[in-house]
């Protein structure tokens, strides 16, 4: 999940979330969507067998997730005061 900057209207902050989304689809039945989506950055995954299945997996996961790190503190992350490479050995 990350963060744009406040829009102005009372410091309002957009929420910008990531999925990967497998589609399944069958010569027999070309209308049909199922698959599996997976959340990106919390590695969850569920399985969906309709479209409107699929919107409300996302929707569902759509509600703020008080778990999971701004894009500013994540472990991947290298902070302006970090100096060196976290892979030297010397440090």
Do not use: C, H
Request: proline letters at 7%.
């Amino acid at each position: 999940m990350t963060r744009s900057a406040p829009d102005g209207e009372g410091g309002v902050t957009e929420r910008f979330e990531y999925y990967m989304v497998r589609l399944a689809r069958s010569a027999g039945q070309p209308e049909r969507v199922a698959g599996l989506v997976e959340r990106l950055g919390s590695g969850e995954k569920r399985s969906f067998d309709t479209g409107e299945e699929l919107v409300r997996l996302v929707g569902d996961w759509s509600v703020p997730d008080l778990n999971m790190q701004p894009a500013a503190t994540d472990r991947n992350a290298i902070l302006p005061e970090t100096t060196g490479s976290p892979f030297d050995a010397s440090a």
